[in-house]
């Protein structure tokens, strides 16, 4: 059972109160992007092995989106973070550094 | 004027704890900066409480306020007195980016009392409900099995709970099968 703490009123929500919202940190390309910018932001997901960032929704709770950052094959969770935020804090990349030295994310490590 | 009545009109059941529809209530959610002087002050004005801490709920002399997220409360109140509340609030945020509106009609409200109460929730909601863990006072926005619904603790032992008036009779039968007799656990 997943159990992330939603930064936002403090639970400790297990896996059955929150919604999985897909990929972390996607930039969005709308009108005026080429088709390939387009497609890329709609269809083009990580789906890594290890280290990963996600949004998710407190949605049985206080109703509001977070990030968190887990791993995949462990299930060890390094952090949740607000969502008005455009990349992981610093101290959770700190954390995830000392669990898996040189790791890298899209454009974070 | 038609004749306003709760969902289940104050149905009630008996099992190893009790569970009852309390009938109208008065609920308001306000909607706006909580950090602010201004949400404070109207909460004070409306209600007499102040506004809680997270997942905590406050009493005042008119209305009891529940912490809903960081940017909403719930304000629990006599059901002819809503509107009132609504008007008071909106009065003293005038200018500022904040909403209140009158949700009674769209609720439903639950008390479970009894030695056993803290069971009759732990069986349902993803919730720790153990003395230490939820105390009076304290309130949470969660699920009752398949759908929303927020509780809070008394200082008498005994819970209220809300939940969309839509769902009123499934959060009924699921507390009814939850507190019926020989379902006891025993361990909270
Ligand atoms: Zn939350």
């Known amino acids: 059972m997943l159990t992330l703490q939603c930064p936002y009123c403090g639970v400790h929500a297990e896996e059955t109160e929150l919604h999985a919202e897909g990929e972390a940190h996607l930039k969005r390309f709308g009108p005026g992007s080429s088709d390939d910018e387009f497609e890329t932001y709609l269809f083009m997901r990580e789906n890594p ?22 791993s995949t094959t462990t299930l060890e969770v390094f952090g949740t973070y607000s969502a008005q935020t455009l990349e992981p804090p610093q101290d959770i990349k700190d954390k995830i550094s000392a669990k898996y030295p040189g790791w890298s994310w899209r454009d974070f490590s | 004027m038609s004749n306003a009545v709760s969902a289940l009109n104050a149905a009630s059941f008996e099992g190893f704890a009790k569970v009852s529809e309390t009938g109208l209530r008065g609920m ?20 007499g409480a102040d506004v809680p801490d997270a997942r905590r709920v406050t009493r005042g002399t008119s209305g009891d306020v529940a912490w809903m997220s960081p940017d909403e409360l719930l ?41 056993a109460a803290r069971e009759v929730l732990a069986k349902v909601a993803p919730v720790d409900l153990s003395a230490d ?33 839509s769902v009123a009779q499934y959060v009924f039968d699921v507390l009814k099968v939850s507190a019926e007799n020989g379902g006891e656990v025993g361990f909270l």
């Open chain 1, 49 to 70: 092995k290890g280290v990963h960032f996600e949004r998710w929704r407190h949605a049985s709770g206080c109703g509001k989106f977070f990030h968190a950052a887990r």
């Open chain 2, 28 to 47: 308001v959610t306000l909607r706006g900066d909580l950090s602010g002087k201004g949400v404070k002050q109207a909460v004070k004005a409306a209600t």
């Open chain 2, 75 to 115: 304000i629990i109140c006599d059901y002819q007195a809503a509107n009132d509340v609504v008007a008071a609030l909106t009065g003293k945020l005038s200018g500022e980016h904040a909403l209140a509106v009158n949700v009674s009609d769209a609720r439903a409200v639950f008390r479970i009392e009894g030695n």
């Open chain 2, 133 to 165: 863990a939820f105390q009076a006072g304290d309130f949470r926005r969660s699920r009752i099995a398949q759908v929303a619904a927020a509780f809070w603790l008394n200082d008498d032992g005994s819970f209220e709970l809300v939940c969309f008036r």
